[in-house]
Structures are given as structure tokens and as C-alpha cells.
């Protein structure tokens, strides 16, 4: 377009194709069904939103692949991924709009569509991919894999997308760089487990020589400690916490999973704050999926019943399913296990609290552009 050509709102936004990419098979079968155009539209904009969510993944990916991430791109990555969840929030909600359709209205043209699905939905698989979802923990639908349903360009480009680096990938090697577990003389690592452990050793000597517990409740609270131990173990002892990652029960390296616990408890020195809304947003992501599976699966049991769905599964039990197990940033809810009160919280030696100020807020201050 040259400089002197004035855009026009129809043509820019070509809505030519837009407003006639509503092609109806139930009148092509001489049916009536009124909402079967709202049934297509929900869809297409269904689609327009996961381009959007693709384009700010991608970008995220693109600024997180170097060995250094800029401050001032973390800052964008995290508006952009914020961006993810405010979006996330309309596909939850846009499921009021198709659910005003009852299932009799459904009825008047779901035979029409057997066998194509949102199941089939590249760009849905693209997300997840992007995301992180690991191959080997989608659930089987009969035996086979979850590609085979699509056409072989769409299956060739969901593959490849499978091999890609993800942002779970990306996150975790940026974690894993965080300069501020070990600072100078401190060390984030050793100061949190000796507070931990101390914390134990008083909790356990206190039930032990609390007088006014029955011998059966005492029994059962240091039972209830000793699997508070354990499980606290399972993050000191290295073996341990591999043997969780084999089992898939943690996806973050060690390094990164310490280090996001640091900025987790630590998130309001300044220098940790925009790393702790990149796990918020990341965590909200994660929940926003989980939240419109778990709507879309209700919606479809409404709709449908107990039949089995167009694209071949059994329908509302596995997307019930994948709503539980098709997650990808879990570990940062499983910070939580091990988060500390405020008032515990080993302190900050002055000149390491000082290089996690602001430069302007009269510290030596440095950023984290060492990530
Ligand atoms: C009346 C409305 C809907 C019904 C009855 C319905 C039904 C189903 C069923 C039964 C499945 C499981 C796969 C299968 O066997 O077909 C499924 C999967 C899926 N649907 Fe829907 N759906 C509806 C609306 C939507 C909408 C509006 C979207 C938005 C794009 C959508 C996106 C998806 C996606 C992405 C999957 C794959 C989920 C996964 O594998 O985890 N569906 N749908």
C-alpha cells in the first residue's frame, strides 16, 4: 500500500472473507438449525483468540531463547503473558454464549458433523505444545496418538511443535540462572534448609513435650510431622526430587524449582518483583486452562450426556481427565508446600538486600540482567 492510499475499515480488516467464512451445512442437508451459525461463529472466535495467544507465546519464546534475557523484555514478556490470562478469561466466559444453545438445538445438526471435533483443533495443540505439555503424559484415546485424527499437513506441523523448545524449557533455564540464590556470601539454598530443619527439630521437640496431648493425638501429630519431613526431604535430598522428576510428579530442574522458591519468597525485594509476576502469569495461565477445560467438559456433558464425542473419545470423562492431568506448570503451585511465614524467612545480609534494590533507591543496585 503506498503512503497516499487512505485505509479502508472493511478492506483492512477484510471482512469480506471474514463475514462469509460462515458456511452452514445443516441448510445444505435441508435442515432447520437456527444455531448452528452460532455454533460456527463460537468457534471461529474461538480460533482468532488462540492466534493471539500463539502470537504472544511466541514472542515470549523468541525473547526467552538467548542466554541473557534482557530486564526490558521480561518486562514485556510478562505483559504479553498477562495478556495470555486476560484473554483466557473471555474463552472461559464465551462458553455462556454457546451454552444459551439447548441440547435439542444442538441436536439439529451434530449428526451433521461426525467426525470433525475441537479436537482437532491445530492450534489448540500448538498451544499446548508451546506451553509445554509433555507427549508421553497426554492421555491415550484408544491406543493411538493424538495426531492420527488430523489431516497430514496438520499433523506434520503439531509433531514438529512437539520437538520444539517450550516455554516450560525456557523458563526453567532462565531459573536455573538466577544469580541471586547464591550471592556473595550468601546462600539461599543452605540459610532455607538450616531454618527449615530448625523449624522441624522445635515443631517435633514441642508435640513431644506438650502435656496436654493424649498419648494417641501425639502419636498422630508426629506422624503428621514426619510426613511434613518427608516431604521436605524430597526437596533437599537431590536422588529424591530426580526420582520425582522421573515420575513426572516435578517438571522443573532443581536448580530452577530453588530458584523460583526464592523469588516466590522473596518476590517484593525489587529486583524480584517482575520475576515473581512471571510465575504469577504463568501460574494463572496454567489455571486459566485448566479452568476452561473443566467448563468446556461441563458444557459437553450438558449438551451431550454420556455419548461419545465426534472426534472419537468418550467424551465428557476424558476431557474431565485431561482437565486434572493435561497441566504443565504445576511445580509452581507445589511451591506453596514449601513456603515459609514472613517472620521466618531467613534475612537478607544488608549489601544482598541493597543489590536487590532499585539503582534509584540509593543502593549499589543491580538488576537481574545477569538472567
Ligand atoms: C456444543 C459445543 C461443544 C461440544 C458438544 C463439544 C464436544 C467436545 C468433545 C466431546 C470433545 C472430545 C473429543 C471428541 O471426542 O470429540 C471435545 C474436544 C475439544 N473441544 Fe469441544 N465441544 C464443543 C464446543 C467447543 C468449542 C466452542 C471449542 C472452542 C474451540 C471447543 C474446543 C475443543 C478442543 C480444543 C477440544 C480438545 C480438548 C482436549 O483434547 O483436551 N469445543 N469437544
New binding site residues.
Partial sequence: MTADERVYYADYLRLEQLLTAQQPVAGEAGRDAHDELL?II??QA??LW?KQVLWELDGVLERFAPDHVDDRDLSRCVDWLERIVAIQKV?VQ??DV?ET?TPLD?MDF?DLLTPS???Q?VQ??LI?NRLGLATDTR?S?NDRA?TTVLSDEHARTVRAAEQAPTLLERVDAWLARTPFTAVDEFDFWREYRDTVVEQLDRDRAAIRTDDRLSEADRQRQLATQDATRATFESLFDRDAYEELRERGERRLSHEAFVAALMITLYGHEPAMQVPRRLLTALTDIDEGFALW?HR?AL??HR??GG??????????D??RD??VT?RVFTDLFNLSTFALPRHRLPDLPDDVRRRMGFVHSGGSGRSTDDG
Fill in positions: 455454533f463460537v468457534h474461538y480460533e488462540f474463552l464465551q462458553l454457546l444453545m444442538f451434530r471435533s475441537g479436537f483443533s489448540f495443540r499446548e492421555l484415546i493424538y477445560r468446556h458444557m459437553v449438551m451431550i455419548r461419545v464425542g465426534t472426534g472419537g473419545t468418550s467424551g465428557h476424558y476431557l485431561a482437565a493435561h
